[in-house]
């Protein structure tokens, strides 16, 4: 079973920034469409950002121009770089494949990260 670990989160006033990391356990990491997911309390789970193994990245609007996703295959490491941070991106943060509920697949911890004043 591939896993993925999440860290980086953290309490940051607005306008501030994180990075957030994800380590992964498998070898094929670079052929794995990857993505970056966030869910707020009392909402659902949401894509943020996804990233093909050769680069080619998608965001919801919400994000678009604030945060960059990234990867480093060769250390099978995911990245979600956030700037401009708003209260409304207070969630916790996961990591996991892209479609990963329609293929069913198991979640981790996630990170937490929250925007406060």
């Known amino acids: 079973q591939v896993q993925f670990v999440e860290s980086g989160g953290g309490l940051v006033h607005p306008g501030g920034s994180l990075k957030l990391s994800c380590a992964a356990s498998t070898t094929f990491f670079r052929l794995v469409k990857m993505a970056w997911y966030r869910q707020a309390p009392g909402k659902q789970r949401e894509l943020v950002a996804s990233i093909t193994g050769d680069g080619t990245t998608t965001y919801t609007d919400s994000v678009k121009g604030r945060f960059t996703i990234g990867r480093d295959n060769a250390k099978k490491t995911m990245y979600l770089q956030m700037n401009s941070l708003k209260f409304e991106d207070t969630a916790v943060y996961y990591c996991?494949?892209?479609?990963?509920?329609?293929?069913?697949?198991?979640w981790g911890q996630g990170t937490q990260v929250t925007v406060s004043s």
């Open positions: 996991n494949t892209d479609r990963a509920d329609q293929l069913g697949r198991s």
